[in-house]
């Protein structure tokens, strides 16, 4: 890695505190930490893609993860359980299964990335406008993306359905 | 590296210029908003308001209230959940900071402007949710946390309607970006507000007023019933601190109204780069005294009649506001 670009810098600093705080999320005994270190965990990937120049996912990633996912995390956690102050015992028997799990997965993935472009140089892409982002979504890949929208309004509509309990007449 | 005063400066001189810059234009709006709420609030009610803090009309009042929290006890709560509840404040000041980066003062006069825009805008402030349940919920006390929730619950309503607002706005334009917002309706001769999104601004300014938990729809705060909502356990320079990110959020959200809707900088006859900051500035002036006004005139809503609005009433609008305009723009 080359240290004397700022990119790389910043690259290895968010880095190391996101798996600081992704190491939280798991640990923490308390679920609002756990749910606020996620916050931390999704901003720092929405800062790594600053530097990619990738803007508008970085402004996505912030307006529907943090903005509106985490928050309902936080407003369920807040309605039904009201842990407030003091950490709560929140511990699971299967830790260990899923520390092997979670370490096969970083092994499969950062393996199959090593092998795949080793140290190939990337090329740089420079930043992407949003325009351009609005054109290939719109016209290139406008049918998945209805068909997405069409799958996520049929959940919704689920979810309403199986959650609300009409008044029995 | 860019050219300021046809002088290259190095980018991080720059951004530290700027940060105070923005820092600056930041606390330098909000002083005269607290002084405009404290003698508009007073002689809305027949009083005089503050009258002795610096000699005249009592401008100093503001700075005299800073001084007295920054002299206060830093209390924290036994119950509360320390770390949460001492980064609250910090995290809703930093997401209305945030917002004063993308207003452009002039045509050259922004501190970045973004390509994003004002998707920017609306995806920082979401970050003041998390800032005000953190501090509802660390507190560590039952008001707070009500408070908290229905905070929550607020400004998850009336997001929706305010980014919907926006959209229309933003397909009239074409565009995201502040600066293109207002080159826009320079070049169309007259503001959105006149020309096709007058239903944009109204629910935009309604929407606004719930984010920032202004009157009528102050219930997270509602003293009657929730002591001060989220706010009760805080003190001294914390308190401050949301003090300030509240009135903050008053300049912010009404620069960035008079950007997207009343032509931002430009104004007819007035050359935007040398009298651009004053027109903003006057802009800014009436939007906020509208929401001060409101404040002093309107009693609170009820919870579900706060609801009902946004999702009954705002959404639907503002997705036909969106059909019209598309409309318009396709067919013109």
Known sequence: MDLSVAQNWFFLIIALFMVAASLVVVISR???????????ALGGSAAIFILLGAEFVAGVLVLVYIGAIIVLFLFGVMITRVPIGRARSLDHDNRWPAAAVAIATFAVLAGSAVAFFGDEEIEGVSAVRTSDIGATIFERFVVPFEVVSFVLLAALIGGIVLARKDPES | MTTFVAVEINFYVLLVIKILAVTGVML???LPVILG?????????????????GGRWGWAQPMADGLKFFQKEDLVPA???????KIAPYLLMVSTLALFVIIPFSPDLIAVDLDLGIFFALAISSLSTLGVLMAGWSSGNKYSLIGGLRAAAQIIAYELPLVLAVIGVVIQAGTLSMVGIVEAQIEMGVPFLIGGQVVGFVIFFIASLAELNRTPFD??????????????EYSGFRFAVFFLAEYAGIVAVSAIAS?????????WGLDPTVFGPFVLAAKVGILAFLMIWIRWSWPRMREDQLQTLAWKWLIPISLVNIMVTAIFKVVF
Request: aromatic letters at 12%; charged letters at 10%.
């Open chain 2, 219 to 232: 219930l997270p705060l509602a003293e009657s019933e929730l002591v001060m909502g989220y706010l009760t």
């Open chain 2, 79 to 85: 119950a509360s959940d320390t770390q949460v509840y």
């Open chain 1, 30 to 40: 308390n679920v609002m930490h756990a749910a606020l270190m996620l916050v931390g």
């Open chain 2, 28 to 30: 330098g709006g909000l």
């Open chain 2, 259 to 267: 950007t997207l809707f009343l032509g931002g900088y430009g104004f």
């Open chain 2, 37 to 53: 709420e404290l003698k508009i609030g007073a002689h809305m009610q027949s009083r005089v308001g503050p009258y002795y803090a």
